[in-house]
């Protein structure tokens, strides 16, 4: 049976990384995510792997992507100025394909802000980031034992999907600590990027097949290909024609949109009966759960949607809970980012924005006065 | 066949660049170098940023990668840590590489990554249609300095000498068998090698700046040069105006991806490094 050890977020993401097979890590320090570089800068070299610190965030996030480009499946860590910085490089992965893991340990801004108290602040900077349209996956865990479970999937998805893979902690489940059982590696389901079945001769390395992914021959294993940051063809060379353009933004979206029920990872708590439903990712939803139990105590039927895959936004989910709910509460620790994304699935007169944005963590009572007031409303 | 032709992805042709640009030149010398040194064109990746001179790695017929402005370098440390057997070679600009890259220029260099890195030294952004760089000579004129350039240009080769390079070297257009020599060196060095290749760029700087034609400024090329054995003898003011090309530093330093190979070693048998 596997152990129970004591761990913080950061060094759950940090394990969970080795065994979904990363070998490549490059980063910047930041708090609050620096004990990811400072604990894979010990255990990757006993695994083969390589860890470097570069010059600034958006060195870092190249290297990642260059030691992707010859096989190593690779992982970057930051924070929210530093998330802002490798911008840049983050379309470049979602153009090129390259798969890459980029964890982003949430504190509050904008800018400097007050490091580093928790927020949830860059739920849109994970979806809007960059420039241009490409589909965007980003998972946010709100436990320990979920940021090795969810740094696992977001290699895999990175993998499956050649793309960049956002994991949204924050700084309440980087830092906080837990018993976690870690699963054994046999137990752990790792996916691996396709390989081209053709030779170098017949390879094009941007021709999808059926899924909508094309299989990624490593640099250095004699395919020979280019790659670039420009509108390109099947080849991988550089086109003006418009049918390629929008086939290829089209297929950035589609390659996820299609197997879109697969990757929406959500829990739901009480929520069968629920007319009350509090709707919450990472550290508030972990606070929301009480507060649901508290409800419950009082009388009111309230429940708990706990989104895991904040992107793509999981609309039919959501949707379904807002048919059937009287009053949906969105508490959030930012200004009312996800609660926007939710008015366009809920009718607005429904949700209900619980927000914090002083740095601190919400208090159960918050969440609860909210749903029992939302409750009483409907009495 | 002709190392142009075997090295270069001839479907891909005619390339981008301009009439009289001295970029094709460069471009060949490089070609020349990785087939006199017989390197494995399936264990060899080039690495380009943006701009004119990085349109080079799409006509080359290896593992190749047109990266994001400035940030060649940064892919290319990735590339080289994670697998060392492969020979990387970074194509980029003198605006690429020292203006929004600069500070991975520098660092690679401090690194000493084994990576050759040939700088298209056009002294203008070219494919932006000739704004300053940082290598643009004051007094010049540019898009951007239409009253004439008042910022002093980096000095590349020392720049590169002084952050950690373990060879730099400086050619130029006109002088294609030197380029083609001095990427033999870069290549074979162990370590971050700098090749400062001057091309010039007719269309975006020459013709603001009243330097003629493509024939004209590799005249000047030929003209202005001074090679370093004979710059060793001469005085300051006898090279006043003037630039020196060859071998201009080399020295040697711990590469970065072998000693990352003994970090491996001491963690694998559980050891810290004393």
């Known amino acids: 049976m596997a152990k129970v050890r004591l761990m913080q977020g950061n060094q759950a993401c940090a394990i969970g990384a080795i065994a979904a097979g990363v070998r490549f890590f490059a980063g910047y320090p930041i708090t609050p995510s620096t004990e990811i570089a400072e604990i894979l800068a010990e255990k990757l070299p006993a695994v083969g792997g390589k860890f470097i610190q570069m010059e600034d965030e958006i060195a870092s996030m190249g290297a990642v992507l260059g030691a992707s480009l010859t096989g190593v499946k690779s992982i970057t860590a930051t924070s929210g100025p530093g998330f802002s910085l490798k911008q840049e490089l983050i379309g470049y ?51 320990v034992r979920e940021c090795f479970d969810l740094t696992v999937k977001a290699v895999n998805f990175s993998e499956r999907f050649r793309m960049p893979v956002i994991l949204l902690l924050d700084e309440v489940i980087g830092h906080m600590r837990e018993g976690v059982e870690i699963p054994e590696v046999s137990q752990i389901k790792i996916e691996n990027r396709k390989q081209p079945i053709v030779g170098p001769e017949e390879y094009e390395a941007y021709r999808p097949d ?84 508290a409800a419950r105590e009082q009388g009111v039927k309230a429940g708990l949607l706990k989104l895991i895959t904040i992107w793509p936004f999981p609309s039919e989910v959501v949707s379904k809970v807002g048919q059937k709910a009287q009053k949906i509460i969105v508490p959030e620790m930012n200004y009312g980012q996800l609660v926007g994304e939710i008015e366009r699935y809920i009718p607005r007169e429904k949700v209900i924005s619980v927000r914090r944005y002083d740095g601190g963590l919400f208090k159960p009572e918050q969440i609860l006065e909210a749903i029992v007031a939302a409750g009483g409303e409907r009495v | 066949m002709m190392a142009t032709q075997k090295y270069l992805r001839c479907s891909t042709l005619p390339h981008i660049w301009c009439p009289g640009c001295g970029n094709g030149i460069i471009l060949a010398a490089i070609v020349r170098a990785i087939d006199r040194l017989g390197l494995d064109s399936k264990k060899t990746v080039i690495v380009s940023g943006i701009g004119c001179s990085s349109r080079a790695s799409g006509y080359m017929n290896f593992d190749t990668i047109h990266t994001a402005h400035g940030r060649a370098l940064t892919f290319a440390t990735g590339i080289k840590l994670a697998k060392p057997e492969l020979n990387v070679i970074v194509i980029t600009g003198d605006g690429d590489a020292t203006a929004i890259g600069g500070n991975h220029f520098i660092h690679a260099a401090r690194r000493n990554v084994d990576i050759t890195t040939i700088i298209f030294n056009n002294s203008i952004y070219g494919m932006t249609g000739g704004q300053y760089s940082p290598l643009t000579p004051a007094g010049s004129k540019a898009t951007t300095a239409p009253f004439g350039h008042i910022e002093r240009p980096f000095d590349i ?111 694998q048998k559980g050891e810290k490094k004393k």
């Open chain 2, 157 to 267: 080769a020392a720049l590169a000498a002084a952050a950690g390079a373990v060879y730099v070297a400086r050619s130029t257009a006109f002088h294609a068998a030197l380029t083609t020599d001095l990427v033999v060196k870069g290549i074979e060095s162990k370590g971050f090698a700098v090749i400062d290749a001057i091309t010039q760029c007719p269309i975006s700087y020459g013709r603001r700046n009243k330097m003629g034609s493509a024939v004209d400024m590799m005249t000047w090329q030929r003209d202005n040069a001074v090679f370093a054995q004979a710059a060793a003898r001469m005085q300051p003011e006898e090279l006043k105006g003037k630039f020196i090309i060859g071998e201009l530093f080399q020295t040697q330093a711990p590469e970065y991806t072998a000693e990352y190979e003994k970090i491996i070693a001491l963690a």
């Open chain 1, 93 to 143: 992965a979602a153009m090129a394909e390259i798969p890459v893991v980029i964890v982003n340990v949430q504190r509050l801004g904008p800018s400097t802000g007050k490091p580093t108290a928790p927020a949830q602040g860059d739920v849109m900077q994970a979806r809007w980031g960059t420039h241009g349209d490409h589909g965007v996956i980003a998972l946010s865990p709100s436990s």
């Open chain 1, 210 to 293: 059926s899924d909508g992914v094309p299989p990624m021959a490593a640099f250095g294993s004699g395919y020979r290909y280019h790659i670039t940051g420009l509108v390109h063809d099947y080849h991988g060379m550089p086109s003006e024609s418009d049918e390629l353009t929008e086939e290829l933004i089209d297929r950035l979206h589609s390659k996820i949109e299609r197997v879109k029920d697969e990757i929406t990872l959500y829990d739901e708590e009480f929520i069968d009966d629920a007319e009350v439903v509090v709707i919450a990712f990472g550290a508030s939803a972990r606070v929301a759960i009480d507060a649901v139990k």
